[in-house]
């Protein structure tokens, strides 16, 4: 039987997360989702997730802070994807460190399908 793969989805859009939950439970993908950085920042050290989808953008923190916070305790081995309105939100220096970065609009479908892509499910 295959390990079941984990997600978490850090968006300060709650009802955009109860949306994108719906998708990823669809496709039979557990997804965690928090609303800040200090709770992601919590999930990310209790829990070992697959991949992490995160907003460029939120008021308690930024999508690259929160990346180079955890790359750097070196507990996160997966994937990284940033959701962007704008990639000059990061900095186009630091786009290559991300595995997928994705431009809103956001589609559901097409980030499930990222998602799943990126596993090789």
Request: with cysteine.
């Amino acid at each position: 039987m295959a390990e079941t793969k984990r997600v978490l989805y850090i968006d300060d859009e709650a009802d955009l997360l109860e949306l994108a939950a719906s998708f990823f439970e669809e496709e039979n993908l557990p997804i965690d989702t928090c609303t800040d950085f200090d709770t992601a920042l919590k999930l990310i050290r209790e829990n070992n997730y697959d991949v992490i989808i995160t907003d460029a953008k939120m008021p308690s923190g930024s999508g690259y802070d929160l990346y180079k916070i955890v790359k750097a305790e070196n507990k996160f081995k997966g994937k990284f994807i940033l959701v962007t309105g704008n990639i000059q939100t990061i900095g186009e220096e630091n786009k290559h460190h991300f595995d997928l970065v994705i431009y809103k609009p956001l589609r559901f479908e097409e980030l499930v399908t990222s998602v799943k892509k990126i596993l090789v499910l």
